[in-house]
C-alpha cells in the first residue's frame, strides 16, 4: 500500500545521478532504464511474496516438522523433503502472479523508463492517447494487453489459487532447527532484508532540504484534492460491496460456494484489466459522450471506485460468510427484515469494514494510473505533483511531497485500524 512514487522518489535519492550510493555504483549503471525498472519492482513484490511463502510455509503440519526432527535430518534434506514439495504449488502461482503485475506496471515505467528501450505496453497506450491523441491505436494496445494478461491469469489459475489479498495476522511461524552457522546466516540475510527496503525510505528523509524554497500550497492542495478522491472512491465503493455481498444472506446454503467462486474471479479482476486497460476504454467511450474537462474530477472518483470494488469484495467475502453460516438460521427464525440484519451484522463486522476501508483509502491515494489518464494536469493529485517533480530534478520538492504522503498514509492506516489493535 506505500504509494508507488514514493518509492520512485527515494530510488532517484539513493541511486539517481546525484544519489547516496551513486559512488559506489559504475558509471554503466543508470537508475532510468531496464536496471532501474527491475530494481523497484523487486523492492515492491519482495514483501508480497515473503507474506504468500509465510503462510504456506505456516500450512506444514506439525507432525511433518516433528518427524524431521526425530529422524535428524539436515537444512537441505528438510528443505527437499518438506518444505519444497509444500512450496512447489505456491512457488509456481506466485511466479506468474507476480510476472502479471510487473507486466500491468504503469507508474515505475512512466517515471523510470528512460527511453524507447524501456517501453511497456501500459506506457505506450498512455502515450497513445494523451500524446498523439490515437484513439484506435490506444484501443487496439488495450485490448493486446487485456488479451495477454487475461491468457496469463487463466493459465496461472487453472494450476493453483491461494488467496493473494487475505490478511497474514495470526498464522502460526515456521518451525524450522538449524545450525548456529545457519541460524547466523539467516538473521545476516533478514537484515540484509530490512536495508534493502529501508534505504529508500532513510534517503528520502535525509534528502528533505528545509532551507529551500518550497512551493508548500501546491503541496497542501494537492493533498487535499487527492485526500477528496480518496475519501469519496473508498465510501462509495465499499458500500457497493455491501450491496454486492448482501445476495449471499438470501442464497441456499448450497449455493455459496458459487457466489464464493464468482467473488473470487471478481477479485481479480484488475489483474486482467488494469486500470489504465480500464481507463482507457472508458476514456474512449465518454469521450463523444461528455465534457471530460468538466467532469473530471467526477471520473476520477468513479475510475477509483471500480478499481477498489474487487480489493473490497475479496476482503469482505469471507467474514461475510462466516458470519452467515453462524447466524443466517437465527435471522431467519426470527423473521428479520434486510435493514434489521444489515444493522445487526455491521458490530460483528466491524473491524473488517475498518480494514477494508482503509485498503481502498490507501489505494486510492497512491494511484496514477487513472489520474494519467482523466486528470486535469494543472490541478494534480499528490502522487502526480511528486511524479512531476521528480521529472523535472525537483528533488527537494519532491521528497518533502513524498514524506507528506507516506506520513498522511501511515497516519490514516494507524487511526482507521486503533480498534484492531486494541483488541
Known sequence: VMPTLVLITGAVLLLGPQGMLRSLIGPEWSLYGLSGILFAHVYLNMPLAVRILTQQYAHIPDRSVRLARQLKLSGWQRFRLIELPSLKPALIVLFGLIFVLCFNSFAIVLALGGGPGATTFELAIYQALKYDFNLSEALTLAWMQFAIAGTLFLLISSRNSFSWLSSSRGTAEPQSQSSLFSSIGMRVFYLLGWVFLLAPLIALISGINFNAEIDLFSILSSLGRSLLIAFSASGLALALSLLLL?????????????????????????????????????????????????????????????????????????????????????????????????????????????????????????????????GQYESPTLPWLIYRYAGSYRMDEAALASIVLLVVCLLLLLILERDERND
Open 246 to 374: 448482501l445476495p449471499i444472506r438470501d442464497c441456499a446454503s448450497g449455493d455459496h460456494y458459487r457466489i464464493h467462486n464468482a467473488y473470487s474471479w471478481l477479485s481479480t479482476h484488475t489483474l486482467v484489466a488494469p486500470a489504465m486497460v480500464l481507463s482507457t476504454g472508458i476514456y474512449i467511450f465518454l469521450l463523444p459522450l461528455i465534457d471530460l474537462e468538466r467532469w473530471s474530477l467526477l471520473c476520477l472518483i468513479v475510475l477509483n471506485l471500480v478499481v477498489l470494488v474487487p480489493f473490497l469484495v475479496s476482503q469482505l467475502k469471507a467474514p461475510f460468510l462466516q458470519y452467515d453460516r453462524q447466524y443466517r438460521a437465527l435471522s431467519r427464525n426470527l423473521k428479520l427484515g434486510q435493514m434489521k440484519q444489515i444493522m445487526i451484522s455491521l458490530p460483528y463486522l466491524k473491524r473488517s469494514l475498518i480494514s477494508t476501508f482503509s485498503l481502498g483509502l490507501l489505494l486510492a491515494l497512491g494511484d496514477v494510473s487513472i489520474f494519467a489518464i482523466f
